[in-house]
């Protein structure tokens, strides 16, 4: 019969079963935001938290990550505001960032957007801006480039934020599985086609982001979310914001210490290099299940591209762009912007980790916002952090 | 999929807000709807004429209650329905998942494992359905839909009976003819018996690209699921005895549906592990881009409200920036549905008035540097929305159209710039050229049939002659194949629209329509079997005809006479060992039609016979569409790049050698011949191969994999499902 093919059997889903197992509670709100589902599954290093959300209009539906408790608010809205502006291929664009509450007029030009999530000094900004939300997205695919004429407030990112002002920003949402959820639901490490591809784009994208002088620092098996077409990066700057530059960076909450560069870990400012160590940890774990393999454990041809990244020597790791060509052998019709795409084709995802991303898909098509019985909820009742 | 609202469609439906329309048929229009909670769904809404006749509305509740039967594990999950409404409506879950019939159609027939686990989930399907009384009674190939997680059943065949007239006209009940019951078929009740007949028929399709009874007319149909045996070639063969038992005559010998399950598969696994990796990418592919889709909606006839119809979200990023302080509303050019907001110069003034930047503005942006030994692009722009087909069309020297997913575009050949747009042609089998006109056909979606050609100057995109409308003639359909010497060939169904219905596969016609009288030369029936695109070359006195046949497994040409439309010829050209390859172009010269597949192979324009072969046929190489210049026949082989074959006698003349970058060829693809280089479309771009080193010299990165030449102005351009791009040529 086909007892195992039941949709019981299919639930081994953990971050989609949240999303009818788990609803979100009645009032969940994060900025101009209603919260459907948590993207991770309970009990992962996850840099920050992510949630699935949608406008109350039910218009938009977006990833939404907020800062894990204890985390630097002003490191973290500094990084939201930065990635705004991070262009390049495999990475989630942030199209939304709450405005650090700041002075009066701090909201500004981005008040179009329905930036509700910023609070006014006195704490009693609702969720009002929404009904413009719409509209924020749309230029922007997952892969387009963060629109450089978004409107962004003039006020610096880091400036005064409200301790009760709930931080977040967020990209337009695709169905998505991070890393190790795609590792749970294919039932073990991710076939070498797959792990290559993986790591040609995310390559590609650190390639881009060191090209245009930023260093994500923030590179984990969690970070990585696999959408249908490629890989995403997320969570910019998680080793930043978990502890200021000097202090070390061992054992701190969100930080899977297995993608975290030895210079890092001991306090270093985070340089191009670590990615590139970070990015070897994600491609052991997606090859074998754990940021740290044990000898031999690598498929043969991998090993010595993944050996690489993880020199202890920052000098001998190679670069982004080096990484990329050697996963992704450029050839005459390959440029840098396409060598990662052409391993992205038909058969690069095994066939669960697709259906685990249909059932995520459809699960979040039927999700419906809860009635809202009054729109005066004070919105600090959504600030993850307090919670 | 996801196509944009056309003008009249409704804001919402009940509380349901329209996001885009899935399809129309004979029964109503299936929209993507939302509702204010947002939850997204397939809506589907019942024709205004057919919701006045209360039997049919009865028949809509009865289908709406075995599609709550069915449920949401073997078929599309019911979250509402109205069937009392004036506009009877039943909202359902959006399957994520291709019908079977486009599954195939997509990565050809699935292999064995695949049937066998698409059978066992239908048969247990059936099993549920059975045991609640219902019987499906239209199971076919597009009524299943392949998700991830398994089958699911749609449609049943009750409301069908209503709209669909051509049933009641050949005298059988509902259903569809080619997967129908023996029993079915005689106009007798059709037992569970007969779902698990039409389920074998379905796998048969499923593993072969056909079904068991062939196609053709209804008539002969009807006859051949009777009295005939089915045809089984292909099948594998440890299927072959459960699939015989199933297609027994006599219902009470075929196996039950629980004997089905058991056999066709032993449940190990899971379903998406049994899926070939283009249906997987088609499912991945359709779950990511319903959140992609931008609602918006086409524009109305000139002079319609706007403000109701006003995209909420950008079309894309370079009309965008213009939408928001262009005028929105205006004639342009002559024909109805020319928009000021697509018309560049109007837009791009009013822009710059309201000192918004425009990026790519109307005309294109040049691409400033060259890559990896390429030239640089001599210009380049984006193109509106994706679309699979889209094909440069040249018109004389300096003008070449393309039909994008919203208007069909024309723009210079020198800069990109635009020339005109013209919206109410979307598709490109509604426009062809002569190269000097373009032709552009349409009808009417509802009524009785007619088909209109309009003729428009390529330059200016003014009409250029009295549109010509020809009456009995279904033009929503029309296929426009090639003008010639003042004749225009179509591939038209006569009657009325009647989109998505077993009608679409009747009453096509060869048309040739002479464009100085309007009046029509001459008719020929012509068989339809759902395959597009046709295609055609005039060479002398001879219309040359090309398509892939419905079941894939051959391309067919013919040729007929220009003036009386009398068939001279046909032939059929296997592809089997390249399945699924559709050869997009037509090459032909005086002597013969020429044609890739697992051979490349000349068809003697006199008889039809095989002039000459080239490969082996044996091994897996597949020969792409073939080019031609200066007596040869350049093709691109798998493995190898492009081959160069003596037209006359298709010996080899010379291959290309491998270079130190290895490409890949696009088949579909017809390379392009210059003086210098051998232009062939490969994964990633156009390849440069140097005719007198049969080298690679350089690939040229981009998307576009159609290409035509302006030889005028030297260079090449190109359109792809992003791009529209032009090269030079030498």
């Known amino acids: ?387 | 999929m996801l196509s944009p609202l056309t003008h009249d469609d409704p804001a919402a439906v009940a509380t349901y807000r329209l996001l885009a329309r899935l399809g129309s048929g004979g029964m109503g229009t299936v929209y993507l709807a939302r509702t204010p909670s947002g939850r997204t769904v397939a809506l589907k809404t019942v024709h205004a004429r057919l919701a006045t006749d209360p039997a049919f509305r009865a028949r809509f509740r009865l289908e709406t209650d075995a599609a709550r039967i069915i449920g949401a594990r073997h078929g599309a999950a019911v979250v509402d329905a109205d069937p009392l409404a004036e506009t009877p409506w039943l909202a359902t879950e959006y399957v994520l998942g291709p019908p079977l019939d486009d599954a195939v159609a997509l990565g050809g027939p699935l292999p064995e494992p695949t049937v066998r686990a698409l059978g066992a989930a239908l048969a247990g399907a059936l099993a549920q359905l059975h045991s609640s009384d219902v019987v499906h009674r239209d199971l076919k190939p597009s009524n299943v839909l392949v998700t991830a997680y398994g089958p699911k059943i749609i449609d049943f065949g009750i409301a069908r009976a209503a709209g669909d007239d051509h049933l009641t006209r050949t005298g059988a009940a509902a259903g569809t003819p080619a997967f129908m019951s023996p029993e079915q078929a005689s106009g007798q009740e059709h037992p569970p018996a007969g779902d698990v007949f039409a389920l074998a028929g379905v796998l048969v399709f499923a593993a072969t690209g056909h079904g068991p009874f062939g196609t053709g007319s209804p008539a002969d149909l009807l006859y051949r699921v009777r009295y005939a045996e089915p045809d089984l070639a292909g099948v594998p063969e440890a299927l072959l005895p459960l699939l015989t038992a199933c297609l027994a005559k006599d219902p009470a010998a075929r196996p039950t549906t629980a004997h089905l399950t058991a056999h066709l598969h032993d449940g190990h696994g899971e379903f998406a592990d049994h899926l070939p990796p283009l249906v997987l990418a088609d499912i991945a592919r359709r779950a990511t881009d319903v959140w992609l889709h931008a609602p918006h909606r086409l524009p109305g006839p000139a002079g319609a409200a706007f403000a109701e119809t006003a995209p909420s979200t950008p079309l894309s990023r370079r009309r965008a920036l213009t939408l928001g302080s262009a005028s929105l509303l205006g004639l342009a050019g002559a024909g109805a549905g020319v928009w000021a907001w697509l018309n560049s110069r109007e837009t791009d003034d009013d822009s710059a008035k309201g000192g918004t930047p425009t990026p790519t503005g109307p005309t294109a942006v040049p691409a400033p540097t060259s890559v990896d030994g390429a030239p640089a692009a001599l210009w380049q722009d984006d193109v509106l929305d994706r679309e699979e087909r889209i094909a440069p069309l040249l018109a004389g020297p300096d003008v070449v159209g393309f039909a994008e997913t919203i208007s069909f575009r024309a723009v210079d050949t020198k800069d990109g710039g635009e020339l005109w747009a013209e919206s109410a042609v979307r598709d490109p089998h509604q426009v062809t050229t002569d190269g000097a006109n373009y032709y552009l056909s349409d009808g009417p979606f509802e009524g009785p049939g007619a088909l209109n050609i309009r003729t428009l100057a390529a330059r200016t995109g003014k009409e250029a002659a009295r549109t010509i409308e020809l009456k009995g003639i279904d033009g929503s359909t029309t296929e426009l194949l090639t003008a010639v010497g003042g004749i225009l060939f179509t591939a038209s169904r006569l009657g009325k629209r009647e989109r998505d219905s077993d009608l679409d596969n009747i009453g096509w016609h060869l048309l040739a329509v002479n464009l100085r009288t309007g009046k029509e030369a001459w008719r020929h029936p012509y068989e339809w079997d759902g395959v597009r695109p046709w295609l055609a070359q005039v060479v002398g006195d001879r219309l040359i005809l090309g398509k892939n046949s419905g079941d894939l497994d051959s391309f067919l040409v013919q040729a007929r006479d220009v003036r009386t439309g009398r068939q001279l010829w046909k032939r059929r050209l296997p592809l089997e060992k390249s399945a699924g390859f559709v050869p997009g172009q037509l090459s032909a010269d005086e002597r013969h039609v020429y044609a890739g597949g697992d051979r490349l192979r000349a068809v003697r324009l006199t008889d039809g016979a095989v002039a000459w072969e080239y490969g082996s046929g044996k091994d897996p190489m597949a020969y792409g569409v073939p080019a031609l210049a200066d007596g040869l026949v350049y093709t691109s082989v798998s493995g190898q790049g492009l081959v160069a074959v003596s037209a006359m006698k298709g010996t080899e003349f010379w291959a290309e050698k491998p270079g130190d970058r290895p490409v890949t060829p696009r088949f579909y693809y017809r390379p392009i011949i210059g003086k210098k280089y051998a232009y062939a479309p490969v994964r990633g771009g156009l390849s440069a191969v140097d005719l007198s080193t049969r080298v690679s010299d350089w690939v040229f990165p981009t998307d576009a994999t159609r290409y035509v030449v302006d030889k005028e102005r030297a260079r090449i351009i190109g359109a792809g499902t992003s791009t529209v791009v032009a090269i030079p040529y030498a």
């Open chain 1, 1 to 387: 019969m086909e007892r195992s093919r039941t949709q019981g059997q299919s639930g081994t889903t953990p971050a989609v079963r949240t999303a009818s197992d788990r609803p979100a509670a009645p009032d969940r709100r994060i900025g101009p935001y209603r919260l459907i589902t948590r993207l991770d599954p309970p009990g992962t290093a996850v840099p920050c938290r992510r949630f699935v959300a949608r406008t109350s209009d039910g218009g938009r539906t977006v990833l939404l990550s907020t800062p894990l408790p204890g985390a630097d608010p002003a490191r973290f809205a500094a990084e939201a505001a930065a990635a705004r502006h991070l262009l390049g291929p495999w990475i989630a664009p942030v199209t939304d960032v709450a405005e650090p509450a700041g002075p009066a007029g701090a909201v500004g030009p981005a008040g179009a957007l329905g930036l509700a999530g910023a609070l006014g000094p006195a704490g009693t900004a609702g969720p009002a801006g929404t009904a413009g939300s719409t509209g924020a997205t749309g230029s922007a695919g997952p892969t387009g480039p963060t629109s450089p004429t978004s409107p962004t407030s003039p006020t610096s990112p880091t400036g005064p934020t409200s301790p009760t002002a709930p931080l977040w920003y967020a990209t337009p949402y695709v169905p998505a599985l991070p890393l190790p959820v795609a590792l749970a639901v294919h039932g073990g490490p991710l076939p070498e086609a797959t792990v290559r591809a993986l790591g040609a784009a995310l390559a590609e994208a650190l390639a881009a982001a060191h090209a245009q002088g930023l260093t994500h620092a923030g590179v984990s098996p969690a970070a990585v979310l696999l959408t249908a077409d490629g890989p995403r990066l997320s969570c910019y700057g998680a080793v930043r914001a978990a502890a200021a530059d000097g202090e070390p960076r061992t054992g701190l909450p969100g930080l899977d210490p297995g993608a975290l560069a030895p210079e890092q870990a001991s306090g270093g400012r985070p340089r191009p290099p670590g990615d590139v160590f970070a990015l070897g940890a994600v491609l052991a774990y997606a090859a074998t299940g754990h940021t740290v393999p044990e000898r031999d454990e690598l498929p043969p041809a991998l090993r010595p591209v993944v050996s690489s990244c993880l020199a202890r020597d920052p000098a001998d790791r190679p670069t982004a762009a080096a990484l990329m060509a050697s996963l992704a052998p450029p050839s005459a019709h390959h440029t840098m912007l396409s060598s990662a795409g052409a391993l992205l084709t038909p058969g690069w995802l095994p066939g669960r980790v697709i259906a685990a991303l249909a059932r995520q898909s459809a699960e979040l098509l039927a999700a419906e916002l809860p009635e809202l019985p009054e729109q005066t909820v004070p919105a600090e009742r959504a600030t993850p952090a307090r919670a």
